[in-house]
């Protein structure tokens, strides 16, 4: 009967253990599936800041020409209204 008892407790502490394994187990996978939803959100989060960097660029070669030509047509109103010569246009080119 002694026997029977320590067997008994072995088998509950062997159950314990399981019972632990199985909520690690439960918890990692939990943690993966969470990591995986984040890497995809991440993901496209620099898929979209991506095309905006690129939609910004090409906005601001946009700007840049139109300024330049926003400019040259002032000196030119200018030169058609003052009597006096205008300096060169110097503009500085951005790298």
Not at 11 to 23: G, M, P, S
Not at 38 to 54: C, E, F, M
């Amino acid at each position: 009967m002694e026997t029977l008892r320590q067997k008994q407790a072995k088998l509950a502490d062997v159950e314990e253990q399981i019972a632990k394994l199985q909520k690690t187990y439960d918890d990692s996978v939990s943690e993966k599936s969470r990591l995986e939803k984040s890497i995809a959100q991440t993901g496209a989060r620099l898929k979209r800041a991506s095309k905006l960097t690129t939609a910004l660029g090409d906005e601001q070669v946009r700007w840049d020409q139109n300024v330049k030509v926003s400019i040259l047509s002032q000196r030119g109103a200018v030169a058609v209204v003052s009597d006096r010569p205008l300096e060169p246009l110097r503009m500085r080119e951005r790298l």
